[in-house]
Structures are given as structure tokens and as C-alpha cells.
């Protein structure tokens, strides 16, 4: 795909982030975006945001939309279809997610059901109600947002990270399982699957709120403070992300790896697989990766 221009994409969790980065800099290229986000505010400013930065005929609607929804789902696409006056769609960035709940053992089933709920529910969903209208498209590109820990489950020593870890596990699956499906079945429709490593975004905030976390007063400050340093000091920003998925869909990279930290942790995984859950292994080779 040389060109943005003259296309529409659909991009959830548009609201923050890398979501609404990918929204900017598609509007900025000439291309209309239905956006959705669970907040419609923010993703309402997204879209005025992107509006601003976009060429004359360009179209940029937000929508409210929770992607764990199915029926909210279908919503969503007609109502954008509506918008638009479309019949077909160009591209889909799945990128909608949360964090939270990361231990089986220890945190509710409502939690846990629910950030696995949004991080592969959602990816699915829209896959079923998006793909017939890639279908419809000269050219179609489906790109869905998993994560390093799409192949490595853990945060570290103490740190589980099992709802997320599962729900990426699923969504790099059946990304490359759709690689087949298309080629076979709709040869001019692609897929793409994204492995962020650390980005620059509110994750944390955001899903806090989305799981209705109320932290106590003496936590507040520690709280905002982390999700202040997650965004601020990592290592790749939202921006660079979005660039960096957008020059992935160009090339027709299948899988779009962001952020060195992700490259050298995919490497060592996959050279070691065994010693993956062993950190003290895990760290020298990673060390090692980071000293050729």
C-alpha cells in the first residue's frame, strides 16, 4: 500500500495514545478515519485534533464504542458507514487494550475476564465485522496490536501478567493463523500483526479507569506519578509508534515489532525458549543481544 490518500480506516482505542497518533498521522496523509474509543470525549478531541492536520476532503469521526460489545461493534460499523458514506473499508487498526489483572490466582474473574475481554474479544469482533468490508476493498489491510508479551508472558520476577499475557498470546495467534485464511480466501485482503515493547502511552491510567479502580488516598500521588513516568520516560513515543506501524503497512511487513527493547526480548525468546521463565538467563541474554 504506497498510499494513504483517498482511503478510509477504522481505528479503535482511539481516544490516547498510539490509537490516536494513528489517527492523526492518517488524516495527515489524506486519509478519512472512523475512530472509536470507550471514552467519547477524548475521542471526540482526537478527531478534532486530526481534522485540523488533515487536508480539504478528508473525513475524521469519532464514535463511542465498547469493543468487548459485539452489538456495540456492529454499531459502530454502520454508523461509520453511515458517516462516510462507504461500502467498504481500507484499513483496520485493532489497537484498543488494557492492562490489569494480572494474576489468575489472586484477582477477581470479573477483572480478569474483562482486560481479556477487551485485548482479543475486541480484536475478534472486530475482525468478523470489519473483514467483509476488507473484503469489498481493491486493497485491504488488517492490522492488529498485540504485544511482547504476544510471546513472552511476565513482567519479571513477582510480577505476573496473566489476563494481558493471554489475551496477546490470542491475538498474535490468530493474526498469523488469518496470514493463510486471506491468502487462500482473499488474496487482495492482508493481515499484520503489531509486538510493542515498552510505548509511551496512558495505558496505565486508563486502566485503572476502565476497571473502576479507586486508589486510596495515599496511593493517588504514587499512582499518577507511574502512569506520568510510563508515558514520559519510555524509551519509544506514541508518535514514533504510529510511524513506525504506518511504515510497516507500507512495507507489507506481516509482523511490525516496536521498540528495541521488544526486538532483543523476541530474539532471546526465540533463540531460548527454555530459558525464557528463567530471568537470570532471560537478562544475560539479553545483555549479551545488546552487546553484538
Known sequence: MDSFAGKLAVVTGGG???????????????????????????????????????????????????????????RFRDELLDAHDASHVDLV?????????????????????????????????????????LIKSPEGVLVNTSSVNGFWASLGPGIPQTAYSTAKFAVRGFSEALIEDLRTNAPHVRVAVVLPGHVGTG?????????????????????????TDFREKAPVSAAEA??????????????????????????????????????????KGMQDSGNR
Open 93 to 133: 487498526f485493532s489497537n484498543a487494550g488494557v492492562g490489569g489483572a494480572g494474576s489468575f490466582v489472586r484477582d477477581s474473574r470479573e477483572d480478569w475476564e474483562r482486560v481479556f475481554a477487551i485485548d482479543f474479544w475486541g480484536v475478534y469482533y472486530c475482525a468478523r465485522a470489519f473483514v467483509p468490508l
Open 203 to 227: 495505558i496505565v491510567g486508563n486502566s485503572m479507569r476502565v476497571l473502576g479502580v479507586e486508589p486510596a488516598a495515599e496511593l493517588r500521588e504514587a499512582l499518577l506519578k507511574m502512569d
Open 16 to 74: 490516547s495514545g498510539m490509537g490516536r497518533e494513528l489517527v492523526r498521522q492518517l488524516a495527515a496523509e489524506g486519509c478519512s478515519v472512523a475512530a472509536c474509543d470507550l471514552n467519547e470525549g477524548t475521542v471526540a478531541e482526537t478527531a478534532a485534533l486530526a481534522l485540523d492536520g488533515a487536508p480539504s476532503g478528508v473525513r475524521v469521526t469519532g464514535h463511542a464504542c465498547d469493543v468487548a460489545d459485539e452489538p456495540q461493534v456492529l
Open 242 to 283: 504510529a510511524a513506525i506501524i504506518l511504515g510497516g503497512v507500507r512495507a507489507g511487513a506481516w509482523r511490525i515489532i516496536i521498540g528495541e527493547d521488544a526486538a532483543r526480548l523476541d530474539t532471546v525468546v526465540r533463540a531460548s525458549p527454555d530459558a525464557a521463565y528463567d530471568y537470570a538467563e532471560l537478562a
